[in-house]
């Protein structure tokens, strides 16, 4: 669906100049932004995916995204629709980020960075439709995750103007390329939680394997976040050759414990080579566990492993005496314990502050 688009401005020439993502795309007539989702109509610039979503909705387990420390167990009522500002080479969602709008509607006819004919129908929805829609899931929060949120500004900031009335939360899954102008209005609006890649502390590896200039921005939009109370965690998908070295870890590490503090969550996950496969090898178990041994070290509280088994890296544990407070095999409890005050039963240390919401203790999504 078309709209006129938030945060722009007219330049000479009916050129227009975006400021939803760091990209900050400078837009001829007639063209679209590196996202393929923002237009210029003669000088005026709208958005062309608002309320257009790749399918009406799933519901999946919180923990999916990833978010562990955040209302664990729920259900996200997740959605997502299409492009992205970045390009990764390694992008396992590249069907729905790298694809275009104007291919809507097409049936197994296009081709898309050829990788093969696809086809593509988008569900287009309003606001009131989707918050009605995740009433009746019974989800208690919502996330929009697959493809990158960012690009969909004027929607989540619709939607989450309308599900804030109903008291679902809502969640960012989502690369962090943001401005200061989008970042102040998503916290104006009242996100809740976000999950933001940190996919490396090295502005060549986003120039080489993201298309993008920097890391800067996303490191900024995690700080903001943190410091007006938005609940944040970190994911790192480790890349063999790519951002594996121990001293990269350690800066990643050391940069979160500094800037974001020690209770965020930081995730570290297995890569498998998929779209462009700039590794042909998948991250090993060995690589991981001493990410994982590297962040706990320097002192940050909840370290996590995803996309393979680990036997310490699905669990969180109290900071303070090492208590297990909730296991988890895949993305179900093994075990929850936990006061209802959410003070560790071992020593009683205070965990509210760090493991936020209610905790769901009997998942409905047990399936997945
Ligand atoms: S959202 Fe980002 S990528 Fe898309 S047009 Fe705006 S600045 Fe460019
Ligand atoms: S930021 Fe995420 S969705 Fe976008 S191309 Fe990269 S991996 Fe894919």
């Not at 001829?28 to 923002?38: A, D, E, H, N, S």
């Not at 979160?256 to 080579?273: E, Q, V, W």
């Not at 909730?326 to 502050?353: A, E, Q, V, W």
Request: with cysteine; aromatic share 10%.
């Amino acid at each position: 669906m078309k709209i006129k688009a938030r945060l722009w401005e007219e330049l000479e020439d009916h050129k227009v100049k975006c400021q939803v993502c760091a990209n900050r795309c400078v837009v001829l007539p007639g063209k679209v932004g590196i996202c393929r989702t923002r237009k210029n109509f003669n000088g005026e610039f709208y958005t062309l995916i608002y309320g257009s979503l790749i399918s009406s909705g799933s519901l999946d387990p919180i923990e999916k995204k990833p978010l562990y420390n955040f209302w664990p167990g729920a259900t996200a009522y997740s959605i997502a629709s299409i492009g992205c500002s970045f390009k990764c080479q390694n992008c396992q969602n590249w069907s729905i980020s790298q694809a275009n709008p104007s291919d809507n509607g097409k049936d197994g006819t296009y081709d898309l960075a050829g990788l093969g004919n696809r086809s593509m129908s988008l569900i287009e929805m309003t606001p009131e439709e989707l918050v009605k829609k995740v009433i009746r899931s019974g989800a208690k929060t919502l996330a929009y995750t697959y493809n990158e949120p960012l690009i969909w500004h004027e929607w989540i900031i619709d939607t989450t103007r309308l599900l804030k009335k109903e008291n679902i939360k809502t969640i960012l899954v989502t690369n962090g390329y943001s401005t200061p102008e989008a970042t102040k209005e998503l916290i104006d609006v009242g996100i809740d939680a976000a999950n933001i890649d940190i996919k490396s502390m090295s502005d060549e590896f986003y120039k080489k394997i993201c298309g993008v200039k920097s890391v800067k921005p996303v490191l900024d939009t995690a700080k903001e976040f943190v410091l007006k109370g938005i609940h944040v965690e970190i994911t790192n998908l480790i890349i063999p050759d790519l951002n594996d070295s121990e001293d990269e870890i350690k800066e990643l590490s050391n940069w979160i414990l500094k800037n974001l503090g020690k209770d965020t969550p930081l995730h570290f996950s297995a890569y498998h080579p998929d779209f462009k496969a700039p590794s042909e090898k998948s991250t090993p178990y060995d690589t991981l566990n001493l990410a994982f041994e590297i962040a706990k070290r320097i002192g940050l509280n909840f370290v996590y492993v995803g996309n393979i088994q680990h036997n310490k890296g699905s669990n969180t544990y109290c900071p303070n005496c090492s208590h297990l407070i909730l296991g988890r095999s895949g993305y179900r409890f093994t075990k929850i314990d936990i006061k209802d005050d959410h003070k560790c039963p071992n020593c009683n240390y205070d965990l509210s502050k760090a493991i936020k919401g209610e905790i769901n203790r009997h998942p409905s999504h047990r399936f997945f």
